[in-house]
């Protein structure tokens, strides 16, 4: 790579990759009264290590990241930080709470660097006072720490801390916000993003992080997963996003019956790993237990017999010094269900014909328009706020459709799961909950149907109001499976639910023998259960036959022809005539000369302007400009002018580079 100015090299080196650590995790156990929570708990965090926290819900993970935050006290055991390792931590669905706009919330985490700012104008303002300018020695001293001061507020990023926040803004879908909004009019979601944004921008030591995926539609997690493969710090994480997490971590901490075992490698790493120990210790577990049962044989045989009791009591002792292996403990008991139908549907299961959806008169989108046949396995994806569960509530009739048409074909029963799990009351325990849904069904077989959903014992009699997002998402799916519909319509179904269930969901989707509709930002599920994408935007619908990576293929390669069919029309409005597909890809490939040729001249211009900037602090310095008030100004003045031409080059740059 050619030389590159100072500012530009940054962006392609990183510090070098030593190892430091920043948090010890060492033997900590945690009770919630005489409940053992976790137990002997170790964790290790260096520089730049991306971890995943996996494990079942409630075994402890929110825990543990609470204790290491210190949010959460713990009873045995210590967490070891250096001094000046700073933590950053985000729980589940935190949202940010404040009377400021989303620019002045933002702004804040810069505050310092602001302060620098406003005393660096001091600074420029006191060089034109004649009590400084006609003091050569209080004029220098003044210019030394203007220099000091103006390169600490450049390393710590004080010329771009505004571009900074404008990229996280956007990252995270704020860009058609006005950013003079007040915080407090947005919505939950709304503000959960940007308390994950404003945790981005403070760029801590160690970044925790719990669920951070939840209320991120697909394209941002696209965007939080890039950005994250870049941070500086380390990563702590706990996600039930397989195809996030894969993207992510390089290490998987797993908590299992209490206690952690530690994997290298992303989440699909850690899966075979896990497999591939388990089969290994069973073997060894297998092996041993053939060879004691040989020696009790051998003992039992031998043991009364005067010519080989010797023998046998030798067989004894080597039994006595063998450590013997515990059987490997498998997976914890996981749920097991699957979805039936009462009676098949026709072929044709729902037709939406040019709806246009909204509430209270009010348009979200218009143009909708698809169709469902028996036995798909129908994914809606689309960016937050288009109205992708608006549109579902209203084929199920919860909304009223604005205009437009939806047909259900003949023989159709639906089955509703709501993300929200709106329809459980909160007044009820378990296994009324479910009972009074179906109370001609005998006792035994909604205990069972709780049980397979792992709600065992003393477990029904749990109110709903106490569950955890986990539990009630269970419950909402043991009352679907008791409907027995043909067609399932489900808004994101994989919502609380820990990796292991969402497993078992799939594989009972899988062999469904209905038909599914179902909105899911959790890009693994949709390409198991998808047979076709539809995508809802401003302009409508528009069908994918494929899986999610089919998706995401076709829709590259539609841009790309959009992108190549506005080149076209740009062309004819020109009035130039029309070019064959050679030509219009060597004008592509014109374009991309060109674009290289700015770049480069752009890189010549930064380095040139920064020699240039170092030139006029250097001769800031000299007494015979320095005493001249006049020349003084003038000179202040051409550094600002560079200093901004600097800025808006490095901005063109940026845009050009992507």
Same mark, same amino acid.
């Given at each position: 790579?050619?030389?590159?100015?100072?500012?530009?090299?940054?962006?392609?080196?990183?510090?070098?990759?030593?190892?430091?650590?920043?948090?010890?995790?060492?033997?900590?156990?945690?009770?919630?009264?005489?409940?053992?929570?976790?137990?002997?708990?170790?964790?290790?965090?260096?520089?730049?290590?991306?971890?995943?926290?996996?494990?079942?819900?409630?075994?402890?993970?929110?825990?543990?990241?609470?204790?290491?935050?210190?949010?959460?006290?713990?009873?045995? =055991?210590?967490?070891?930080?250096?001094?000046?390792?700073?933590?950053?931590?985000?729980?589940?669905?935190?949202?940010?709470?404040?009377?400021?706009?989303?620019?002045?919330?933002?702004?804040?985490?810069?505050?310092?660097?602001?302060?620098?700012?406003?005393?660096?104008?001091?600074?420029?303002?006191?060089?034109?006072?004649?009590?400084?300018?006609?003091?050569?020695?209080?004029?220098?001293?003044?210019?030394?720490?203007?220099?000091?001061?103006?390169?600490?507020?450049?390393?710590? =990023?004080?010329?771009?801390?505004?571009?900074?926040?404008?990229?996280?803004?956007?990252?995270?879908?704020?860009?058609?916000?006005?950013?003079?909004?007040?915080?407090?009019?947005?919505?939950?979601?709304?503000?959960?993003?940007?308390?994950?944004?404003?945790?981005?921008?403070?760029?801590?030591?160690?970044?925790?992080?719990?669920?951070?995926?939840?209320?991120?539609?697909?394209?941002?997690?696209?965007?939080?997963?890039?950005?994250?493969?870049?941070?500086?710090?380390?990563?702590?994480?706990?996600?039930?996003?397989?195809?996030?997490?894969?993207?992510?971590?390089?290490?998987?901490?797993?908590?299992?019956?209490?206690?952690?075992?530690?994997?290298?490698?992303?989440?699909?790493?850690?899966?075979?790993?896990?497999?591939?120990?388990?089969?290994?210790?069973?073997?060894?577990?297998?092996?041993?237990?053939?060879?004691?049962?040989?020696?009790?044989?051998?003992?039992?045989?031998?043991?009364?017999?005067?010519?080989?009791?010797?023998?046998?009591?030798?067989?004894?002792?080597?039994?006595?010094?063998?450590?013997?292996?515990?059987?490997?403990?498998?997976?914890?008991?996981?749920?097991?269900?699957?979805?039936?139908?009462?009676?098949?549907?026709?072929?044709?299961?729902?037709?939406?014909?040019?709806?246009?959806?909204?509430?209270?008169?009010?348009?979200?989108?218009?143009?909708?328009?698809?169709?469902?046949?028996?036995?798909?396995?129908?994914?809606?994806?689309?960016?937050?706020?288009?109205?992708?569960?608006?549109?579902?509530?209203?084929?199920?009739?919860?909304?009223?459709?604005?205009?437009?048409?939806?047909?259900?074909?003949?023989?159709?029963?639906?089955?509703?799961?709501?993300?929200?799990?709106?329809?459980?009351?909160?007044?009820?325990?378990?296994?009324?909950?479910?009972?009074?849904?179906?109370?001609?069904?005998?006792?035994?077989?909604?205990?069972?149907?709780? =049980?397979?959903?792992?709600?065992?014992?003393?477990?029904?009699?749990?109110?709903?109001?106490?569950?955890?997002?986990?539990?009630?998402?269970?419950?909402?799916?043991?009352?679907?499976?008791?409907?027995?519909?043909?067609?399932?319509?489900?808004?994101?179904?994989?919502?609380?639910?820990?990796?292991?269930?969402?497993?078992?969901?799939?594989?009972?989707?899988?062999?469904?023998?209905?038909?599914?509709?179902?909105?899911?930002?959790?890009?693994?599920?949709?390409?198991?259960?998808?047979?076709?994408?539809?995508?809802?935007?401003?302009?409508?619908?528009?069908?994918?036959?494929?899986?999610?990576?089919?998706?995401?293929?076709?829709?590259?390669?539609?841009?790309?022809?959009?992108?190549?069919?506005?080149?076209?029309?740009?062309?004819?409005?020109?009035?130039?005539?029309?070019?064959?597909?050679?030509?219009?890809?060597?004008?592509?490939?014109?374009?991309?000369?060109?674009?290289?040729?700015?770049?480069?001249?752009?890189?010549?211009?930064?380095?040139?302007?920064?020699?240039?900037?170092?030139?006029?602090?250097?001769?800031?310095?000299?007494?015979?400009?320095?005493?001249?008030?006049?020349?003084?100004?003038?000179?202040?003045?051409?550094?600002?002018?560079?200093?901004?031409?600097?800025?808006?080059?490095?901005?063109?740059?940026?845009?050009?580079?992507?």
């Amino acid at each position: 790579m050619r030389s590159l100015p100072l500012l530009l090299y940054t962006y392609y080196i990183t510090e070098v990759n030593t190892k430091m650590m920043l948090l010890q995790v060492q033997q900590i156990t945690k009770y919630f009264g005489a409940e053992l929570i976790l137990s002997n708990i170790k964790l290790e965090i260096q520089t730049k290590d991306r971890i995943a926290l996996v494990g079942r819900n409630g075994a402890g993970k929110s825990t543990l990241l609470k204790m290491i935050a210190g949010q959460l006290s713990y009873d045995e =055991g210590a967490i070891i930080r250096p001094n000046g390792v700073e933590i950053g931590y985000l729980a589940q669905n935190t949202g940010l709470e404040s009377n400021l706009s989303i620019w002045d919330e933002m702004l804040s985490v810069f505050e310092n660097l602001r302060k620098m700012e406003k005393q660096l104008r001091s600074m420029e303002q006191k060089m034109t006072e004649p009590s400084v300018y006609n003091n050569p020695n209080a004029y220098e001293k003044l210019m030394q720490a203007y220099d000091d001061l103006q390169i600490r507020f450049k390393d710590e =990023g004080g010329y771009q801390f505004e571009a900074d926040i404008r990229s996280v803004l956007h990252g995270f879908n704020f860009q058609q916000y006005d950013y003079s909004t007040p915080i407090h009019t947005l919505s939950g979601g709304q503000k959960t993003r940007l308390a994950l944004a404003k945790l981005l921008l403070k760029k801590p030591d160690i970044l925790i992080l719990d669920e951070p995926t939840n209320h991120l539609d697909i394209e941002t997690l696209s965007w939080l997963e890039q950005y994250l493969q870049s941070y500086q710090g380390a990563i702590l994480i706990v996600s039930h996003d397989r195809y996030f997490l894969d993207k992510v971590v390089n290490q998987v901490y797993e908590i299992s019956r209490h206690s952690i075992r530690k994997f290298h490698g992303n989440y699909s790493s850690y899966l075979v790993q896990k497999a591939e120990q388990y089969e290994r210790d069973l073997k060894q577990y297998e092996k041993q237990q053939e060879k004691v049962a040989k020696l009790q044989d051998f003992i039992q045989k031998n043991i009364a017999r005067a010519t080989t009791t010797k023998r046998a009591q030798s067989r004894r002792k080597q039994l006595d010094r063998m450590e013997l292996m515990d059987r490997p403990a498998g997976d914890e008991k996981s749920a097991h269900f699957s979805f039936e139908i009462e009676k098949q549907s026709g072929n044709e299961v729902l037709h939406v014909i040019d709806a246009e959806i909204g509430y209270n008169h009010k348009a979200i989108t218009r143009n909708i328009t698809f169709s469902v046949k028996r036995e798909d396995s129908v994914a809606l994806v689309g960016p937050n706020g288009i109205g992708k569960s608006t549109l579902i509530k209203t084929i199920i009739d919860k909304i009223p459709l604005l205009s437009g048409t939806i047909q259900f074909g003949s023989n159709v029963t639906i089955g509703y799961y709501d993300q929200e799990q709106a329809d459980l009351s909160s007044n009820k325990n378990v296994l009324q909950e479910l009972w009074d849904e179906y109370p001609l069904k005998p006792e035994k077989e909604i205990r069972s149907a709780l =049980g397979n959903f792992l709600f065992s014992g003393d477990d029904v009699l749990k109110n709903v109001s106490s569950l955890s997002g986990g539990e009630k998402a269970r419950l909402a799916l043991a009352k679907l499976m008791l409907q027995k519909a043909n067609f399932l319509i489900l808004d994101e179904p994989t919502n609380h639910l820990d990796l292991d269930s969402k497993e078992v969901l799939e594989n009972a989707l899988i062999d469904y023998p209905g038909t599914i509709l179902f909105i899911s930002h959790d890009r693994y599920f949709i390409n198991r259960i998808a047979t076709k994408v539809i995508e809802l935007s401003q302009e409508g619908t528009r069908e994918f036959l494929g899986d999610y990576d089919y998706y995401v293929q076709k829709r590259e390669e539609m841009l790309e022809l959009e992108r190549l069919e506005n080149f076209q029309q740009d062309r004819k409005k020109t009035e130039q005539p029309a070019k064959t597909n050679y030509k219009i890809d060597k004008e592509a490939k014109k374009l991309e000369r060109q674009k290289k040729r700015r770049i480069e001249e752009i890189e010549t211009n930064i380095e040139k302007l920064e020699t240039e900037i170092s030139e006029w602090e250097h001769k800031l310095s000299d007494p015979d400009i320095f005493q001249d008030h006049q020349k003084m100004l003038q000179f202040t003045k051409e550094m600002e002018d560079r200093k901004k031409q600097l800025d808006a080059l490095m901005d063109e740059w940026a845009e050009l580079s992507e």
